[in-house]
């Protein structure tokens, strides 16, 4: 834009949101080309299974190692994703990353995997959860998709639709960060889902009387449904103590593990299966 055009002119352009859309644009730019130069890489967190006391699977968690701007947080590089629809190819590429990585581990162990709206509406979903399996020849019931209310808010039908289909195959779906959006209670009516993760948040302050209470009433309604309950963000043994009392199924977090590089997480779930099998 020429400077003969005054900045007051255009009153939706200040000069500071101008950098910020100018740095956004830089970001969006960079992400495209990270996926061809493969500068995008997975971490796979376990999962405890509460009771058993054993390491039941893992998320898989997207990095981006950009050369100019270092390790990149998700939370930094998938909104921009999202906006800029470049999410369907590095979704897909996460979730065949994932299945192949995870077609390498001892049976039984599962696999879960981030999706983003933007995936499941863009049409072709189905076919590439099925072709991932097949290409890395991972069985459909070891993998589990995470999904947020996002998901679920508009075009529910053809959404509905799709995530019936995968689960009819016996593919596993798991209701991400639970209770931090609108109508968690709503969306769990209407969608069949196999999987409640219970949002960081709640864990972290799970020494609050109130907070406890909703914790335990989530965990009690997973019962009711036969819904196995997932809590994220466990740090502390104090909290691992009270989410076992009030029976719930499975922890993640620090506490259990960070998350791994995929030859590390390999190596954890191997020497379990071994110590079960001379145990
Ligand atoms: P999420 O799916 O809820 O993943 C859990 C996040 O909590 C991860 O952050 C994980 O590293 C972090 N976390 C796990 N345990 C603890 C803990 O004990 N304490 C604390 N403070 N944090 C813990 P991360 O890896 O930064 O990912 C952030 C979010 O980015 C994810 O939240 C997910 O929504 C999104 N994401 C990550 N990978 C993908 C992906 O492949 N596709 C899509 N669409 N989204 C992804
Ligand atoms: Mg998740
Ligand atoms: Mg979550
Ligand atoms: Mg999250």
Redesign the pocket.
């Known amino acids: 834009r020429g400077k003969s055009e005054g900045r007051n002119v255009y009153r939706f352009f200040e000069p500071g949101m101008d950098a910020l859309m100018r740095e956004r644009r830089a970001l969006e730019l960079d992400l495209e080309a990270a996926l061809s130069k493969r500068e995008f890489e997975?971490?796979f967190?376990p999962i405890l299974n509460i009771g058993s006391g054993e390491i039941v699977g893992a998320?898989?968690?997207?990095?981006w190692r950009s050369p100019s701007r270092g390790l990149v947080?998700?939370?930094n590089f998938?909104p921009a994703a999202e906006e800029t629809g470049l999410?369907v190819q590095l979704?897909d590429w996460?979730l065949r990353k994932a299945c192949s990585v995870a077609a390498h581990w001892p049976p039984e162990m599962r696999m879960a995997?981030?999706?983003?709206a933007a995936?499941i509406k863009s049409g072709g979903f189905a076919r590439s959860v099925i072709s991932a399996l097949a290409f890395s020849g991972l069985p459909a019931n070891r993998l589990e998709l995470?999904i947020?209310e996002t998901v679920m808010m508009d075009e529910s039908d053809a959404v509905l639709k799709t995530l019936s289909q995968l689960r009819g195959l016996g593919v596993r779906i798991a209701l991400?960060?639970f209770g931090t959006g609108y109508s968690s209670l709503g969306y769990l009516r209407r969608f069949p889902v196999d999987k409640i993760?219970i949002?960081?948040s709640f864990i972290r302050d799970l020494d609050r009387r109130d907070t406890a209470a909703i914790v335990r009433t989530v965990i009690g309604l997973g019962a009711e449904l036969g819904i196995t309950v997932t809590a994220?963000?466990?740090?502390t043994e104090a909290q691992l103590d009270m989410l076992r009392k009030a029976g719930c199924g499975e922890a993640?977090?620090?506490?259990i593990g960070?998350?791994a590089k995929a030859a590390d997480m390999s190596r954890l779930l191997r020497s379990q299966a071994l110590l079960r099998q001379s145990g």
């Open positions: 997975l971490d967190q998320e898989a968690l997207m990095r947080s998700p939370e998938i999410i979704g996460a995997v981030n999706v983003s995936q995470e947020t991400d960060d993760k949002d960081r994220e963000g466990v740090e993640q977090g620090y506490l960070v998350p």
